[in-house]
């Protein structure tokens, strides 16, 4: 089974730094893509950003220059850098990769992405 478990959310102030983790199994993890969406209250999700199988990355406008996702192949591991937080940041982060494992299926970038984690909340203080 595909699984992916997210870590890192929290609370912290507007122009902060915080670092989401997200561990996979069940996959190929080097073959597929792997990155972050969010959901703020109220809205819908949004993609945030991913990292492809060949190393490149790809950033929604609203997080460029503020965040950066990386990988660890030999942990099957995505990363997600977040710095100058603002408010409008606060959202659920949700890990997702390309298999299409679950009936939930987005489209981002280029690419869908059909497995997702259970989330983690980040909270960003005004």
């Known amino acids: 089974d595909v699984q992916l478990q997210a870590f890192g959310g929290g609370l912290v102030q507007a122009g902060g730094s915080l670092r989401l983790s997200c561990a996979a199994s069940g996959f190929r993890f080097e073959r597929y893509a792997i990155g972050w969406f969010r959901q703020a209250p109220g809205k819908e999700r949004e993609g945030v950003s991913y990292?492809?199988?060949?190393?490149?990355?790809y950033y929604a406008d609203s997080v460029k220059g503020r965040f950066t996702i990386s990988s660890d192949n030999t942990k099957n591991s995505v990363y997600l850098q977040m710095s100058n937080l603002k408010h409008e940041d606060t959202a659920v982060y949700y890990c997702a990769a390309e298999p299409l494992y679950d009936p939930r299926v987005e489209y981002f970038g280029g690419v869908w992405f059909g497995s997702w984690g259970q989330g983690t909340l980040v909270t960003v203080s005004s």
């Open positions: 990292i492809n199988s060949d190393g490149r990355t």
